[in-house]
């Protein structure tokens, strides 16, 4: 295994706007519990991967700002703008000398090592590439070598906008990299693959909820 080497920017919206299309998908739980769960499994996952350096958490949340400085994160603040402005401000923050990935926050099974993985497969200097989500159309990661601006198109169809800006598709088989959450069915398919702590307390909460 090389040397943690990446510097992976990770945007955090404010905890009220962040994951709309989930909202009520844990009746007994608080929209903004579960939104910082996904963000707080996300981040403790890339922390404990071994090729990452530093993690960049974009966002002006203060409960945000404190679950992921706790988790030994760096954090600064958010440009506004939308996802992909948080992460050109990220990748600015990291310096052109870091090799620089972008993460989505919605990551609640990752694990270290398929993010290390993904990483090492990212290829030689000037070669950006791009994990796509379970579906296919989305992105979860971008990756830049250092000097090669990470230049996101994040956003509806991004994995086609990122292959047409040049970066390349990396295809392993990382079910629990590409399973982002956005919807409820997309949080049961994660749960099935296996969830980190913090959101996976608030389902076991949920299944007691139901049968106390």
Known sequence: MPEPSWTVVVP???????????RGALPAVPHEELALALAADTVRAVRACP?????????????VVAEVTAAGARVAPDPAGGLNAAFRHGAAVAGRRAAVAGLTADLPALRPAELAAALRAVGGPGV???????????TVLLAAPAGVPLGPRFGVGSAAAHAASGARPLRGDWPTLRRDVDTAEDLAAAARLGLGPRTAALLGARAAARTG
Do not use: M
């Open 128 to 138: 950006r590439g791009f994990v796509a989500d379970a579906p296919g159309s989305g």
């Open 12 to 22: 955090v919206k404010r905890l009220g706007a962040a994951k709309s299309r989930l």
């Open 51 to 63: 090729a990452v350096a530093e993690v960049l958490v974009v966002t002006d949340d203060p409960r």
